[in-house]
DNA sequence: GCCTGATTTTACTTTTACGTAAATTTTTTG
DNA sequence: CAAAAAATTTACGTAAAAGTAAAATCAGGC
């Protein structure tokens, strides 16, 4: 059995629906050199390969980069790890980004941790109040 | 002893030197009424309070949020638990934030996987070559 | 008390990430 | 094949988040 619709190629509106993006959204990030549709005539097709590109944008969208980081990002994976040098640049981009996602991990943490308090002195508030949750 | 350089007020070039950012970005968040520096004639003297206020905002910036949302992040930790009514809306809107939270540190641990695994093919590719790190 | 540098106000400009509209294909469907 | 629906191109518009420039004002040191 193959795997769950494992299409060919995912129309332009097929994929503004699944992701909930405008065909504007999708022709921008193309024109930004983020994927690269094949063409038939004039229409764009899009590989499997292309959604997943568009699912690594979102979620880099979700954390708040802007499209030239996603564009790093996005060229991380891509780079074909070639040559000695070029290897360990690689891995210090490598090495950044992560620093980059684990300041937003700790960021994040600490919010939760507020958030969580907040809703602790709610709840003990309402427990005063003897009202239920 | 009191605690290390609890200082009275801060001026506007000592918080744009702490944070990295201009003057006029910290007279714009007050624009957007995110804080609320007291005047001494014009000009502006920040609290420790309107400090911890910019801190807020900084790691809402690194997390992405938008003005707006920082807006509501902020205002979350300002309501004081009043009436069960706004208790139960205060608690809907915290448990909100931490799901918008939660999705941002999923997205981070799938990015910073893959960053691990670019990373192990180089090294992998480096050991081949005989190359040190 | 004046000079120098910091601060403020006002207003126009810029960048990013799309939105929107119009005119033109292109594709699909009866 | 004709009509409708979908897709494309071109171009101007916009909101958010500041940048920048100019002119005026203020504060602190000598």
Redesign the interface.
């Known amino acids: 059995m193959k795997s769950p619709e494992q299409k060919q190629f995912y129309t332009i509106t097929e994929l503004t629906r699944e992701f909930g993006v405008s065909t504007r959204t999708i022709r921008f990030y193309e024109d930004e050199g983020l994927i690269q549709p094949i063409r038939r005539g004039r229409t764009r097709l899009f590989k499997p390969s292309d959604r997943r590109l568009l699912m690594l944008i979102m979620?880099g969208k979700?954390?708040?980069?802007s499209i030239a980081e996603i564009r790093e990002?996005i060229s991380?994976?891509k780079e074909p790890?070639g040559e000695?040098g070029q290897?360990?640049l690689?891995?210090q981009r490598?090495?950044e980004?992560?620093d980059q996602?684990?300041?937003?991990?700790t960021?994040?943490?600490?919010?939760?941790a507020?958030?969580?308090q907040?809703?602790e002195?709610?709840?003990g508030?309402?427990a005063e109040?003897g009202?239920g949750t």
Request: proline residues 2%; charged residues 35%.
């Open positions: 979620r979700r954390l708040g980069f990002i991380i994976y790890p000695s290897l360990k690689l891995i490598v090495i980004k992560r996602l684990l300041q937003k991990r960021d994040i943490d600490e919010t939760i507020e958030l969580d907040v809703e002195q709610c709840l508030r309402m109040l009202v």
